[in-house]
Nanobody, 126 residues
Framework: QVQLVESGGGLVQAGGSLRLSCAAS????????MSWFRQAPGKEREFVAV????????YYADPVKGRFTISRDNNKNTVYLQMDSLKPEDTAVYYC???????????????????WGQGTQVTVSS
């Protein structure tokens, strides 16, 4: 089992920045693919960003490209999501997810992930 705990959410004005962290514990593996998803009220959970085990491959959803940056520190079993130029439409609960190696085409699919955190709220005011 792997436990994931997100932190770093909060309230920020539009144009501001936040840095989310996801700390993994338990049977952690540096080979896990790690992703961030988000879910706004009344909407389905959507893919935000993914990073492969080595950090050499990253992929972003179109709405966050150029504004968000995903990274990982395998020595600390932690994944980060740096969010800049935040917009009100970024408001959501952000979830961290871990899964096995997967083809890049399937990385945005929630069903490919085995472990999920409890989520952290991000609210962007206009």
């Amino acid at each position: 089992q792997v436990q994931l705990v997100e932190s770093g959410g909060g309230l920020v004005q539009a144009g501001g920045s936040l840095r989310l962290s996801c700390a993994a514990s338990g049977r952690t593996s540096s080979t896990y693919t790690m992703s961030w998803f988000r879910q706004a009220p009344g909407k389905e959970r959507e893919f935000v960003a993914v990073i492969n085990w080595s950090g050499g491959v990253t992929y972003y959803a179109d709405p966050v490209k150029g504004r968000f940056t995903i990274s990982r520190d395998n020595n600390k079993n932690t994944v980060y999501l740096q969010m800049d130029s935040l917009k009100p439409e970024d408001t959501a609960v952000y979830y961290c997810a871990a899964g096995p190696w997967m083809d890049i085409s399937t990385m945005p699919l929630p069903s490919r992930y085995d472990y999920w955190g409890q989520g952290t709220q991000v609210t962007v005011s206009s």
